[in-house]
C-alpha cells in the first residue's frame, strides 16, 4: 500500500472506465464482464456519466450500484448534453454540486470525479472539494481536440491542488489512453503513479478491447496494482502546487 511519494515512486498502477453509455445494454455488459475479470488484477473504477432528462433513472442506479460493488465508483459529468461533454453555457460547478447531492440521496457517494471533457476550472474544482471528492481530470498528456485556452489541467503525478480559503483538492493525473498504453509496453513507466483510462464504447471495438486487455494484463505486471480509492486513501503526496499554476 502507497504512503509516501518516496514509497510510491516507481510503483504503482491504477485503471478507471468514463461510463458514458450506462444504459446501453450491449456496451454496460461488456463493462460490467470487463469489471469482474480484472484484467492484470486492476478493479477498474467506473467513473459514471449520471442520467440525462428522459433517461431511465431507475435502470440507471441499478448499474451504478452494481458497478460501486465491484470497484470504485465517480462521477463523470457531461455539462452538454450526453453526447457533448464540456460545458457550453450555464455554471458548471453548480451542476456538479447539484449531481453531486442527487448522487448522495440515492445513497451513492463517489470518493472520485472526472470532468467531461478533461474540463475543470477552479469554480468545479472547490465544488468537487467541497463534496468530500478527489479528482483525476487532470492529465499528463493535452488532449489534440482542445483548442488553445480550453480549460485544462495538466500534471504529471499526484498532488495537493490548493484552492485558497483553506481548501484543496487531491488530484491522480490521468496518464494513458489505451493506444499509449499499446504504444508504450515496453517503454520505461517513469511516472510515479500510472493511470491508465478508456471509454466504456472502446468495448464495443474488438481490437481496441483486446488492446486494452492486453495492455492492463502487462501493466500489472510492471507495477504494483493499487486502485483509486487506494491512493486517495494512502497515498501523501509531496507536492502542493497553486490551482492557477497547474493549467497547460
Same mark, same amino acid.
Given at each position: 500500500?502507497?504512503?509516501?511519494?518516496?514509497?510510491?515512486?516507481?510503483?504503482?498502477?491504477?485503471?478507471?472506465? $468514463?461510463? %458514458? +453509455?450506462?444504459?446501453?445494454?450491449? =456496451?454496460?455488459?461488456?463493462?460490467?464482464?470487463?469489471?469482474?475479470? +480484472?484484467?492484470?488484477?486492476?478493479?477498474?473504477?467506473?467513473?459514471?456519466?449520471?442520467?440525462?432528462? #428522459? %433517461?431511465?433513472?431507475?435502470?440507471?442506479?441499478? +448499474?451504478?450500484? %452494481?458497478?460501486?460493488?465491484?470497484?470504485?465508483?465517480?462521477?463523470?459529468? $457531461?455539462?452538454?448534453?450526453?453526447? $457533448?461533454?464540456?460545458?457550453?453555457?450555464?455554471?458548471?460547478?453548480?451542476?456538479?454540486? @447539484?449531481?453531486? &447531492?442527487?448522487?448522495?440521496?440515492?445513497?451513492?457517494?463517489?470518493?472520485?470525479?472526472? #470532468?467531461?471533457?478533461?474540463?475543470?476550472? @477552479?469554480?468545479?474544482?472547490?465544488?468537487?472539494?467541497?463534496? #468530500?471528492?478527489?479528482?483525476?481530470?487532470?492529465?499528463?498528456? &493535452?488532449?489534440?481536440?482542445?483548442?488553445? #485556452?480550453?480549460?485544462?489541467?495538466?500534471?504529471?503525478?499526484?498532488?495537493?491542488?490548493?484552492?485558497?480559503?483553506?481548501?484543496?483538492?487531491?488530484?491522480?493525473?490521468?496518464?494513458?489512453?489505451?493506444?499509449?498504453?499499446?504504444?508504450?509496453?515496453? /517503454?520505461?513507466? +517513469?511516472?510515479?503513479?500510472?493511470?491508465?483510462?478508456? $471509454?466504456?464504447?472502446?468495448?464495443?471495438?474488438?481490437?481496441?478491447?483486446?488492446?486494452?486487455?492486453?495492455?492492463?494484463?502487462?501493466?500489472?505486471?510492471?507495477?504494483? =496494482?493499487?486502485?483509486?480509492? %487506494?491512493?486517495?486513501?494512502?497515498?501523501?503526496? @509531496?507536492?502542493?502546487?497553486?490551482? /492557477?499554476?497547474?493549467?497547460?
Amino acid at each position: 500500500m502507497p504512503h509516501t511519494g518516496h514509497i510510491l515512486h516507481g510503483r504503482y498502477a491504477v485503471a478507471s472506465c $468514463h461510463v %458514458e +453509455r450506462p444504459l446501453d445494454d450491449d =456496451v454496460w455488459r461488456r463493462f460490467s464482464v470487463l469489471q469482474e475479470r +480484472r484484467p492484470g488484477g486492476f478493479a477498474i473504477a467506473a467513473l459514471m456519466r449520471p442520467p440525462a432528462d #428522459g %433517461e431511465n433513472e431507475e435502470r440507471w442506479l441499478e +448499474r451504478a450500484r %452494481e458497478a460501486r460493488a465491484r470497484a470504485p465508483f465517480g462521477l463523470h459529468t $457531461h455539462w452538454t448534453a450526453a453526447s $457533448h461533454a464540456r460545458p457550453t453555457a450555464g455554471d458548471p460547478a453548480a451542476l456538479v454540486s @447539484e449531481q453531486g &447531492r442527487w448522487l448522495d440521496s440515492v445513497g451513492l457517494r463517489p470518493t472520485f470525479f472526472c #470532468g467531461g471533457g478533461w474540463y475543470l476550472d @477552479e469554480g468545479v474544482a472547490v465544488a468537487v472539494a467541497d463534496l #468530500g471528492y478527489a479528482d483525476c481530470t487532470a492529465t499528463a498528456f &493535452r488532449p489534440g481536440y482542445l483548442v488553445p #485556452g480550453a480549460p485544462h489541467l495538466q500534471l504529471d503525478e499526484p498532488a495537493w491542488l490548493d484552492l485558497g480559503q483553506d481548501r484543496r483538492l487531491f488530484e491522480v493525473p490521468t496518464t494513458h489512453s489505451i493506444g499509449m498504453l499499446a504504444r508504450g509496453l515496453l /517503454a520505461p513507466l +517513469r511516472r510515479p503513479v500510472v493511470h491508465a483510462y478508456f $471509454h466504456d464504447t472502446d468495448l464495443l471495438d474488438r481490437r481496441r478491447a483486446a488492446a486494452l486487455r492486453a495492455g492492463l494484463s502487462f501493466l500489472g505486471l510492471r507495477r504494483t =496494482v493499487s486502485d483509486l480509492d %487506494e491512493l486517495q486513501r494512502d497515498l501523501r503526496p @509531496e507536492k502542493t502546487m497553486s490551482f /492557477a499554476n497547474s493549467r497547460a
